[in-house]
């Protein structure tokens, strides 16, 4: 199957059996949506729903994070994955959040990556979902859902990754594109065990092509 095909079935499914798609993390502004991103860094949405709302009643904004302690932070945070390096990147981001931007969260990609802890995948999530700014956010998902389909081929890094699909996918729909793919990865091609035989992308997927084949 040729590439722009391909894209053109993929995307034509999703938006038949996917017309609503958007993130399952939890939040209520700017700031609680980007310490949710930081914090769902190899951590599932699920966890990090669990921690967040005693997170947010206790340190609601930025300047109540910039004064807590790390240690503060730590314990409101400590069953996600790696609590100790992201309480120290959330005290850090809301420090500069109230010293460089007035406590507020910029909605600029390259802005957002100055923050501590803040890579270019959190920062397309919070400017592509908050501020409706067109941006692919590419995760562990989206990364290894793109290979499979054969959407991006040779994409050794998430950044090589991102630019083949932004340069198929029409930029109007890049953000719900990214959530497609997430939620694809998350319960159906999984890592480990993909789901092919109930997958309704199997017609179009470079993976199972090849997999067939292999039988």
């Known amino acids: 199957m040729q590439r ?3 894209y053109k079935q993929v995307i034509k499914w999703f938006e038949l059996n996917m017309p609503v798609a ?3 993390l939890n939040y209520a502004n700017a700031f609680q949506l980007l310490v949710a991103v930081i914090l769902s860094a190899q951590c599932t949405d699920k966890r990090v729903n669990m921690i967040t709302p005693k997170l947010f009643e206790k340190l609601p904004d930025a300047q109540a994070m910039a004064n807590a302690t790390i240690d503060e932070i730590f314990e409101l945070i400590r069953s ?3 609590p100790n390096n992201k309480a120290k990147h ?3 981001m809301a420090k500069m959040l109230i010293n460089d931007f007035n406590g507020e969260v910029p909605s600029d990609i390259n ?3 100055k923050l501590p802890g803040v890579g270019r995948k959190t920062a397309n999530v919070v400017a592509s979902v908050h501020f409706n700014i067109p941006a692919i956010a590419v ?4 990364f290894r859902v793109s290979a499979r389909l054969g959407l991006t081929v040779n994409a050794k890094t998430p950044l090589a990754s991102e630019t083949q699909l932004k340069k198929y996918i029409p930029k109007d ?3 719900i594109a990214h959530h497609w793919l997430i939620l694809h990865g998350r319960y159906v091609c999984v890592a480990r065990k993909p789901k092919c035989n109930t997958c309704g992308l199997s017609n179009y997927c470079a993976y199972f092509e090849q997999n067939k084949n292999e039988e």
Not at 139 to 142: I, P, R
């Open 139 to 142: 995760d562990t998902h989206v």
């Open 111 to 113: 802005e957002l990556q």
């Open 22 to 24: 958007e993130t399952e």
């Open 90 to 92: 959330l005290s850090a």
């Open 4 to 6: 722009t095909e391909r």
């Open 173 to 175: 729909i890049w953000a």
């Open 80 to 82: 996600c994955s790696y």
